[in-house]
């Protein structure tokens, strides 16, 4: 099997033996990425330069400091288009940021380097990470590795499909609303959307402020640890990054289900779930249970509401962080305006996809006079309501499991015309961003071939634990199996 | 057609609620007053579509 | 001399219309790194675009976090104006499209500024009067758009961030200014107060502190407010007044012809010595705030409150009453000396170096005040140490030095930083006050003038004016002119009156 397929700590211990380089591990990555990727359309860019020279500099860091290198020294990792590089174009899948070479990277890109891991280029998402599906995307189609003619879910769909198809070990994405989750279920991969304010944000082009957070892809749950402990921690460059230290996740990852008691939320399980993903949820929570957990209900009334208070919020705040996309200081602008508002208005026509004018447009609504109170400050009431919700339902429970998606992964296209059934996506990863909460999404099991996702959900800054459950989730259903093609490619 | 779906706020009873100003911690966590190095003006200005002589160069005010 | 025409028009507008006045002023904190990240506060002279970074540029993805310094400097200032410090505050946008404004909006405060209420007591000619403060808050500052100036045609504008995220103060004062004099009075003394904080430099020529002023009026004796207009950017005390002046006589002058004011927003124009009409901002009728989620709300705990209250400086009007009760100033000199907290301080080191009080007042308000302006210096910058002063002026008080030599010696140590009590000794400048020694010239001097003796015998007291001039003359100044003047009228007794 290739390497890429196996757990990082496999990775790591061969980097360390010498069975293995990191060189030689990019290579592969490469290879794969030449060979599938132009199927499936999950890399906007591959930094294959940077990527070799950062592979060779691995290689020598493992030479000198062995044992003592980092545990990701070597891994080759990718990275979703929204978060900076420096010297690497960076676009956030838009065209009003083609070109947009940062002078500066984000933080968590950064950690990831300064450990020794190798970044292989930058992923296709929906653009400004607005979607479900990734088919917002300025630039192409990610196909799902599971199935071509279907979505890898979004807005971090690059990102899912890369690590699924086995291009990356590992891979950063970002989650508004479910944008990690969500494609990491429906590409039957694991996905970990950390506490808001545990990973900085700094050098991530923002959606939304309040909701945005960074967060691995990756095939296990002991994977998606090693990622987020890397990641983690306090930035003095993001005000809303926590200063509390990070409590390492793995000394306490092995410890299993046993005795854990376990809340499933009766409104997310009482309908809109497509049957198939009923059935994996259900034989999912039999198999917990066999593995010692305790299924509570609990209740979570205030989550009707999650979705239309989050369809407010996120455009809000979207529409102000967008505001700086005015073609003056970066971006390829328009050309030939002969005044400022021919300029402003030609770089945003001819620089923002419809589903991003779209949000615009309900976020500045929401924040005009005379709907302000109606909208904008009553969602963020309603926020306040879910926050409380979960705040009970944690009281009696150590963590709250899910279905991440109601469906499986839907056709190319078969949503793109119809806004309101794509923001349907969302409707049960949505209230765990309102909360702030860390969540992951681990593989369950397959409907009609097609990989469901279970969402497992801690209190805020219970990082750790929700990483111990996930992977206590995984063990008792066993890690996904990666598709056909990924297991097709030559190794 | 989403600002009828988003009504559906107007159902929630949020009689003394406080609007959520903020996730993480309480606290204001403030930068020190230190000068940090700034960016060259040419990499400043490296993704502007027009400048001129080390100022941004944007159409009239009309 | 012939009265003013405007000043006769404005009495007579003052006299039917009574002006109601408040001003907004923007003071540039003192901070070293900009408000929300750590490119430089002070931007003068750097070239164009030097001092930005990815967070003062608005490049996607960078984050603003707040200088503790000026949220520090802001409660100060409102603890001096005796604001409310509410424990919790915070940060909104405010958004709107300039091309001088990165982000596509102002980090600023709207519904929760860091201080709220209070006031600021001033005097207008001997009158104290108070303004009310509505609110201070702390917001960032924008680029600067630069037209060029060789450009006939303004096809484009040039942009310049050094600027865009300087930390600034709004101190918004309620409407309680009812003369274009008490304005400025106003602000002359909300001025003195920053700088005694040392929160703002107070430079109004450079931009760190800039006013608007929003100007009505209403018929004397009513409540009701007339239509307001709002005139940026007045930044000299001399251009706030005349503005404001301008506006009254605008305004009076609509109202009596019968016609209704609307709100406006206008601007001086040096050229045409009024106010003109601006254009207002476009999109300027919603500016959609919000809280920023980059940036958590503040909490003011009332520890931290509590001891930047006990950091608070004796404040201009305190420190002038302590100066007239502690050393026996008048009124004027204490105002004089306390206009700069430098100045106050300059005295208070001459005294406790030894100088008479009276005389140090005396000496830095009429002789050195002027000297270091002509320099184009401070007190503190004169080159001249008040240990110094206070050498100089012990020996005046003792009589060593005659004033018109110390004089001499003042300017010529602004000059050229020498030290004036050493050019006493080494030019042997001392005073001679030995009536021994001066009793020869004084008889050189009435034999060489006996006209003079005569006439001052006859009763003219202006004569011995040229015999004691004589003396000084002959001693080259040194001589004690009192001790002179004595042993000048006791050689020559007047006749006993008819």
């Avoid at chain 3, 400025?184 to 005694?196: D, G, K, P, S």
């Avoid at chain 3, 006859?458 to 002119?481: E, S």
Wanted: proline fraction near 7%; charged fraction near 20%.
């Amino acid at each position: 099997m290739s390497w890429l397929l196996r757990p990082l700590a496999e990775q790591a211990a061969a980097l360390r033996t010498g069975q293995v380089t990191s060189t030689a591990l990019v290579e592969e990555a490469l290879g794969r990425i030449a060979q599938l990727d132009g199927a499936l359309g999950a890399f906007l860019r591959v930094t294959v330069d940077l990527a070799r020279r950062q592979a060779a500099e691995a290689d020598r860091r493992l030479a000198v400091e062995g044992e003592g290198a980092p545990d990701l020294c070597g891994i080759p990792v990718a990275i979703k288009d929204v978060l900076c590089t420096e010297g690497v174009e960076t676009t956030a899948a838009s065209r009003i940021l083609a070109g947009f070479v940062p002078p500066y990277t984000a933080t968590a890109v950064r950690r990831l380097a300064e450990a020794g891991a190798v970044s292989l280029g930058k992923c296709n998402c929906d653009e400004f990470a607005m979607g479900s599906s990734t088919e917002n995307s300025a630039y192409q189609l990610t196909r799902n590795p599971h199935a071509p003619d279907r979505v890898p879910g979004g807005s971090s769909g690059g990102s899912a499909a890369a690590v699924a198809a086995g291009l990356a070990p590992a891979a950063l994405g970002t989650d508004t609303g479910g944008s990690i989750r969500q494609p990491a279920a429906l590409c039957g991969v694991v996905g970990f959307k950390p506490t808001y304010g545990r990973v900085s944000r700094y050098g991530l082009i923002a959606f939304a402020s309040s909701l945005d957070q960074v967060g691995p892809f990756t095939r296990t749950g002991g994977d998606a640890a090693r990622i987020y402990r890397t990641i983690a921690g306090p930035d003095p460059r993001d005000a809303t990054c926590s200063p509390r230290p990070v409590e390492d996740p793995m000394p306490t990852l092995e410890l299993g289900l046993e005795g854990l008691r376990l809340g499933v939320p009766a409104e997310y399980v009482a309908s809109g779930l497509e049957p198939g993903v009923q059935r994996v949820f259900e034989a999912a929570c039999q198999r917990l249970v066999a593995a010692g957990a305790q299924l509570e209900p609990v209740s979570l009334p205030s989550t009707r509401y999650a979705l239309a208070a989050y369809y407010v919020i996120a455009p809000a705040e979207a529409s102000s962080n967008l505001a700086r996309m005015d073609g003056l200081r970066f971006g390829p602008g328009r050309p030939g305006a002969v005044t400022l508002r021919e300029q402003l208005e030609g770089a945003r026509h001819l620089g923002f996809g419809p589903e991003v004018r779209r949000r615009i447009m309900l976020g500045t609504y929401a924040l005009s006079r005379g709907y302000y109170d109606a909208y904008y400050r009553r969602a963020q009431q309603v926020r306040t309501l879910v926050a409380q919700d979960f705040h009970r339902a944690f009281a009696g429970v150590d963590a709250i499991i899910a279905p991440t998606s109601p469906t499986v992964a839907f056709r190319l296209g078969e949503r793109l015309s119809d806004p309101l059934a794509m923001y349907q996506s969302d409707v049960l990863t949505v209230p765990f961003s309102l909360a702030g909460v860390p969540a992951a999404s681990v593989p369950a099991g397959l409907a009609d071939g097609l990989p469901v996702g279970l969402q497992v959900a801690a209190p805020a800054f219970a990082d750790a634990h929700c990483l111990r459950v996930a992977r206590g989730v995984e063990r008792a259903l066993g890690v996904a199996e990666p598709p056909d093609l990924a297991r097709r490619a030559a190794p | 057609m989403i600002l009828h779906a988003v009504d559906e706020l107007q159902g929630a009873d949020t009689n003394g609620i406080d609007p959520t100003l903020q996730v993480g911690d309480p606290g204001t966590p403030t930068r020190p007053d230190a000068v940090e190095p700034c960016l060259s003006v040419d990499r400043a200005l490296a993704g502007a579509p027009s400048h001129e002589a080390g100022f941004l160069r944007v159409a009239a005010i009309q | 001399m012939s009265p003013n025409p405007a000043t006769i028009d404005l009495a007579r507008a003052v006299e039917r219309w009574e002006p109601v006045i408040g001003l907004e002023v923007h003071a540039q904190c003192t901070t070293r790194s900009k408000m929300f990240c750590g490119c430089r506060a002070d931007y003068a002279g750097l070239a164009p675009n030097t001092n930005t970074c990815p967070t003062c540029l608005g490049l996607p993805g960078a984050l603003p976090v707040a200088n503790g310094e000026a949220i520090r400097m802001t409660v100060l200032t409102g603890l001096a104006l005796q604001s409310q410090i509410p424990p919790r505050s915070k940060f909104d946008r405010k958004n709107y499209f300039y091309p001088d404004l990165p982000k596509g909006y102002q980090i600023s405060q709207f519904d929760l500024p860091l201080c709220v209420g209070g006031w600021l007591e001033f005097e207008v000619a001997g009158v104290e009067r108070a303004v009310r403060i509505t609110r201070v808050h702390l917001e960032e500052d924008a680029g600067k758009l630069v037209h060029p100036a060789e450009l006939h045609r303004a096809d484009f504008s040039l942009v310049d961030l050094n600027r865009a995220g300087v930390p600034l103060m709004e101190i918004v004062g309620e409407p309680d200014l009812r003369s274009p004099q008490e304005a400025r009075a106003y602000l002359v003394a909300l001025r003195q107060l920053l700088l005694y904080l040392g929160v703002c430099d107070g430079n109004m020529e450079e931009g760190s502190l800039r006013c608007d002023a929003n100007i009505s009026l209403r018929p004397r004796g009513t409540e009701a407010l007339g239509a307001r207009t709002e005139v940026k950017n007045l930044n000299s005390f001399r251009i706030l007044q005349r503005a404001l002046e301008q506006e009254v006589l605008r305004q009076a002058a609509r109202l009596e012809a019968g016609e209704t004011l609307h709100p406006e927003t206008r601007g001086w124009s040096e050229a045409e010595a009024t106010t003109v009409a601006q254009r207002s901002k476009e999109e300027a009728d919603d500016y959609r705030y919000f809280p920023d989620p980059d940036l958590p709300p503040i909490v003011l705990e009332p520890a931290f409150v509590d001891a930047l209250r006990g950091e608070l400086p004796e404040l201009p009007r305190a420190r002038a009453l302590r100066l007239r009760q502690t050393h026996g100033l008048s009124a004027e000199e204490a105002r004089q000396l306390t206009q700069l907290p430098g100045e106050a301080d300059y005295f208070e080191r001459t005294v406790s170096a030894g100088a008479p009080a009276t005389l140090a007042a005396n000496w830095q308000v009429n002789e050195l005040a002027g000297l270091c302006q002509r320099a184009h210096r401070t007190v503190e910058s004169s080159g001249l140490p008040p240990e110094r002063l206070a050498a100089l002026l012990h020996l005046v008080d003792s009589r060593a030095v005659s004033a018109p030599t110390a004089k001499e010696l003042l300017a010529e140590a602004i000059a050229s930083g020498a030290d004036p009590a050493d050019l006493v000794e080494v030019r042997g400048l001392r005073q001679v006050s030995d009536e021994g020694a001066l009793a020869e010239a004084v008889d050189r001097s009435i034999a060489a003038q006996p006209k003079a003796a005569r006439d001052y015998q006859a009763g003219n007291d202006r004569a011995l004016g040229a015999l004691v001039g004589q003396v000084m003359a002959a001693t080259r100044g040194r001589a004690d002119a009192r001790i002179v003047t004595r042993l000048l009228q006791a050689r020559l007794p007047r006749d006993p009156g008819p």
